[in-house]
């Protein structure tokens, strides 16, 4: 069990960049690699939760619903809005991995405080149609996008300034402001070389009006990351999976935001947990009481740690970049069946609102 929450923080508005549905099924899966990715995101899971927030097998290895990731978030922790990202994993799974239909219903659960990016198979004859349907009939707020895609037994390269380029083309003609990226973090057994970020930069150079988010920034690619968010006013560092580094490396941890911060600024830093790869609360209290060594602002010159940059990181930059009027945000969160509920229950304990005796049924 976490430790409750903080009240130093009570006033400060938290966002969670990555939300998902994961249908870790085994049945979901659609060749043995993919039963392997499953296992190795377990793993993941595990090593950067909590101590007593571990996922077991029986509660990993199932579809979560959207009722699920939205108590999780809103009852079970202090997140008060965040992005459900949908995922086209189309040739691993067969839901795509966090169904877009879980997002659409964890948006409209939750209109104030859900925003959504779509997804579409990259390789499909119909992808800017299916685009366009998703704008039209969905009002998805932005698009998900992978850099690689298996068929045939054979990994198909996707970069974002060549093979992804007309969906990325149709997303400026849709109007849409945001493409978050897969980067930095392989998917199955690929290589490095695939997940690299130049192609980010030079798409984002050519569309200026598109906010593109580094997903999972890592040391594999630091050093380019720091540069492109210093150099691209539209560039962004998604802090998913990254934000695992604070229980199982936590100075790695410090090194990447050290070098954020210097970079890039605190403006250019959105916080995110990829829920349900770890329960939000323990990250948000190990964020909020994170500083950097004596020695580390010395050697590095790292800025101090203050209130207003973990405000900025926690919640104000992603409502920033996705246009969340925050006075309004704060007052609808203050008031709504989630903050209703913690008052008359109390913040319940991580999962609790997850039955495992019920089979998922989201589509």
């Avoid at 992804?164 to 109007?175: M, S, T």
């Amino acid at each position: 069990m976490y430790c409750g929450a903080i009240t130093m923080y009570k006033d400060t508005l938290i966002g969670d960049g990555v939300m998902h549905a994961y249908n870790n099924n085994p049945s979901n899966a659609r060749s043995d690699t993919a039963e392997q990715v499953l296992e190795d995101i377990h793993g993941l899971s595990t090593a950067a939760s909590a101590p007593g927030t571990e996922h077991s097998e029986e509660r990993w290895f199932r579809n979560f619903t959207a009722d699920e990731i939205e108590e999780a978030g809103f009852l079970e922790s202090d997140v008060d809005f965040g992005v459900y990202h949908s995922t086209p994993i189309f040739d691993y799974f067969h839901d795509g991995y966090s169904a877009l239909g879980s997002g659409v219903k964890m948006r409209d659960n939750n209109p104030d405080r859900v925003k959504l990016l779509g997804c579409v198979d990259p390789l499909s004859s119909d992808a800017t149609e299916e685009m366009e349907r998703q704008v039209n009939e969905l009002d998805v707020d932005g698009f998900k996008m992978y850099p690689t895609f298996y068929r045939d037994g054979k990994v198909q390269e996707l970069k974002m300034d060549d093979d992804l380029l007309p969906l990325v083309e149709k997303a400026h003609e849709l109007g849409i402001g945001h493409i978050g990226v897969h980067k930095v973090f392989p998917l199955g057994p690929v290589g490095q070389h695939h997940v690299d970020v130049g192609d980010v930069a030079d798409i984002a150079g050519q569309y200026s009006d598109i906010k593109f988010e580094l997903l999972h920034t890592d040391l594999a690619f630091l050093e380019e990351i720091k540069l492109m968010l210093n150099t691209h006013d539209n560039i962004y560092a998604n802090l998913e999976f990254t934000t695992a580094f604070l229980y199982f490396s936590p100075k790695r941890f410090r090194e990447i935001l050290g070098e954020l911060l210097m970079w890039g600024g605190p403006e250019k830093i959105i916080w995110s947990t990829g829920v349900p790869l770890v329960h939000p609360q323990s990250l948000i209290e190990a964020m909020w009481d994170l500083e950097f060594t004596e020695e580390e602002r010395e050697e590095y010159n790292y800025p101090e740690l203050t209130d207003d940059i973990k405000e900025m990181i926690l919640g104000e930059n992603l409502a920033n970049l996705y246009g969340w009027d925050t006075d309004k945000l704060r007052s609808t969160v203050q008031d709504d069946k989630w903050s209703q509920r913690r008052q008359q229950e109390g913040k319940p304990d991580p999962w609790s609102g997850i039955e495992m005796d019920t089979v998922s049924a989201d589509d």
